[in-house]
């Protein structure tokens, strides 16, 4: 009885008297706890040079909590984890490119690709060059160009798409350039593709996009200006 009479005196006091509850007020002196780096301070009550510290003023100059478990009253520290109240951290968002944003560039960036080799391959070889045959492509690389501008959330994926735009923009300027040389009926050399800087603009444009792809991070080296 004597014991669960102390313990709630302990609760409605906040007082850890522990051992000392059998030693006299009369002995207590009485001083106060302060926390380097936090305000208020804590009594603090000495009993035959041993010191027993008021433990809501502890858990409050400390941002701690109390709560009371069997005989037991447990003190709960800011990030010890045993507070479960505390509303849990929000988790750091992934860095680099998203995976989304990922498979969807990479499908945009295959459809530039063919685009880009029939239109060569057609020079190459001296194919006659259509607007039709020619809007094709480029309406499968601007759908999938489309569909990756909606999968980019993050910071990055919207500056790796606007790398991606520029290729595209690029590869339709190229595509355009000589399908109004062939509707001119002027010559186009076989080898026209591959010595137009142009062309060279793209390919180091798709090497750089396919780097970033590897590594999944956005990096921008000036190749898709």
Known sequence: MQRNGDRTRGKVATIVLLPALALTLAAQQVSSLAVAGQQGRAKVLQVQGTNYVEVNGLARITGGSLSFSGNQIVLTLPGSGGDSSAPPAASAPAPGLSTEFLNAGIEAMSQVREWHAALKNAVEHSYPLGADWLGTFRAQAQQALRLAGVAAK???DKQ???LLTNEFNNMNKLSDK?????VNMNYIAPDAISND???ARLVACGHS???MASTRQFVDDGSCQ
């Open 154 to 156: 993050t910071d990055q």
């Open 160 to 162: 790796a798409f606007q």
């Open 178 to 182: 000589y399908l109004q040389m062939t």
């Open 197 to 199: 800087p142009l062309d």
């Open 209 to 211: 996009l396919a780097s």
